[in-house]
Structure formats: C-alpha cells, structure tokens
C-alpha cells in the first residue's frame, strides 16, 4: 500500500514537471514573435529619432519614444486576435511577467530621479546645469539599457532559455560600453539601436528553436 501511494505520489510529481515544462516552452515559443516586434521597433524608432536628432541639433525629438509603447501595444492586439487568444497563465509566466513589470518600474522611477535632480541641483548656473542635464540623460540611456539586460537574462532564468541569458548579458554589457564610446550626444542612441538588433537576433533564434 505504502509503495503504490510512494509511486502515485512520483507519477504526480512527474505529470506536474512536465506540465510546467510544457507551458515553460510554449511560453518561450510565443515570447519570439514579440522580441521581434519590441527588437524591430527599438531598431527602427532610435534611428530615426537619431537622424531627426542629428539634422536638427535638437534631442527634444526624444519625445517620439512615447509613441512606441502605443505602436507595439495596437500591433500585440493585432498579433493576439491572430491566433493568441488563449494565453498561457501560470506561475512560470507570472514570474515573467513580474520581471517586466519591475524593469518598468524601475526604468520609471530612476529617469524621474535622474532628470528631476539635473534640473533643480542647487547653485547650478543655466550653462551648467544644461551640460549637467545632457550628460544626465545620457548616463540615463546607459543604466536603462542595463536594467533592460538584467531583465531579459533574468526572464531566461525562469524559462530557461539560454538565447535569452546571452542576450541579456550582451544587451546591458554591450550597452554600457556603447555608452562610454559615444558620450553625451546623439549617438547615445546606438545604444537602443544595439538593444533592438540583440532582441530581434534573440527572437530569430526563439522561433528556430521551436519552429
């Protein structure tokens, strides 16, 4: 009796492992097609506000990073009644989840920090505080780009997926030196241009895997 309930309670452990396995992978099959969107996306909007920004002499055409969110948010609806309606919920995807959530979080309240106390440092002169801001902004750019690194190797953790482990190392570390390379000016945004390529290529090799 002993024995049966021994192995009743190993099968049950088994069909549970494999169910998490199961969801596990096909959440990592469905996450492809969206680092391929956010990645073409990043690519595409930080090239042409660099262009913008570089015509122009002027970074107030940062401001089109507000559209993103709006533009991949109508293309992920469109994506979803495509065939993506029955979502995998789960703890594993939870987790996930909650890694992004955080990373906004976090990506949030350090830019409102960073831009807040280059503009209200006391006895700064407008010269000053002008050159204080942009390089602000720039060191601003640098530690989102690692946040991002931090959240995407931590997503290949939960899932584990090694595509995304890597990218996520080469995302934040290839951002931080990117960063140092350039400076403060409009080449910062190689760095989202970097990030956006690495997503993509991370995509590519998600929907490989489980083509």
């Known amino acids: 009796m002993d024995q049966n309930k021994e192995m009743s309670a190993q099968e049950s452990l088994s069909l549970i492992t494999e169910t998490l396995n199961s969801n596990r992978k096909e959440i990592t099959r469905r996450s492809g097609r969206y680092y391929l969107l956010w990645g073409t996306l990043l690519t595409v ?16 055409w940062n401001c089109l ?9 109508i293309v992920e609806r ?18 996930t989840g909650g890694i992004w959530v955080a990373f906004a979080i976090f ?5 409102a920090f960073t831009l807040a106390y280059s503009y209200v440092s006391d ?54 030196a990117i ?13 989202f241009t970097f990030a956006g390529l690495v997503l993509v290529a991370t995509g590519l090799i ?4 489980y083509k």
Request: net charge positive; proline share 1%.
């Open 65 to 73: 990073w507000f559209a993103m969110p709006v533009i991949g948010w």
């Open 78 to 95: 469109a994506l979803r009644h495509r065939g993506e309606q029955n979502n995998v919920q789960n703890d594993v995807s939870r987790i």
């Open 107 to 111: 990506a949030c309240t350090v830019a």
């Open 45 to 60: 909007l930080s090239l042409i506000i660099y262009f913008l920004w570089k015509q122009t002499d002027s970074a107030a």
């Open 179 to 191: 960063y140092y390379i350039t400076g403060a000016n409009e080449e910062q945004l190689f760095i």
């Open 123 to 176: 006895g700064a002169l407008e010269l000053g505080r002008t050159i204080r801001a942009m390089v602000s902004v720039a060191s601003l750019t640098a530690e989102i780009v690692l946040l991002f690194g931090l959240a995407e190797s931590a997503c290949g953790v939960a899932l584990k997926n090694w595509a995304m482990k890597i990218a996520g190392f080469v995302t934040g570390i290839g951002g931080l």
């Open 206 to 209: 998600i929907k490989r895997q």
